[in-house]
Nanobody, 119 residues
Framework: QVQLVESGGGLVQAGGSLRLSCAASGSIRSINTMGWYRQAPGKQRELVATISSVGTTNYADSLKGRFTISRDHAKNTVALQMNSLKPEDPAVYYC?????????????WGQGTQVTVSS
């Protein structure tokens, strides 16, 4: 079993910052890509940012410059630094990882953490 656990969500004023963290644990041989997605009420889950095993990053165009993704390979963790938060940013943020478990890669998801932005 592989588990991803997010932390760091909460309420923040518009213009403020939050840092989300995610830790992967379980039967992990290696982790390819890790990242963050989000889903607002009534909307489809969308990409926030991803980071590969060699550090290549990919950001949603609308978020690039405000959000920064980072990774600690030794600890199997990924973080998302969110700056200049806007009223349209509130959503449930989900941690993602593509993990080699035994003989294949599996897509794993965290349970999500709520981010609320007040104006």
């Amino acid at each position: 079993q592989v588990q991803l656990v997010e932390s760091g969500g909460g309420l923040v004023q518009a213009g403020g910052s939050l840092r989300l963290s995610c830790a992967a644990s379980g039967s992990i041989r290696s982790i390819n890509t890790m990242g963050w997605y989000r889903q607002a009420p009534g909307k489809q889950r969308e990409l926030v940012a991803t980071i590969s095993s060699v550090g290549t990053t990919n950001y949603a165009d609308s978020l690039k410059g405000r959000f920064t993704i980072s990774r600690d390979h030794a600890k199997n963790t990924v973080a998302l630094q969110m700056n200049s938060l806007k009223p349209e940013d509130p959503a449930v943020y989900y941690c993602y990882a593509r993990i080699r478990v035994v003989n294949y890669y599996a897509d794993s998801w965290g349970q999500g953490t709520q981010v609320t932005v007040s104006s």
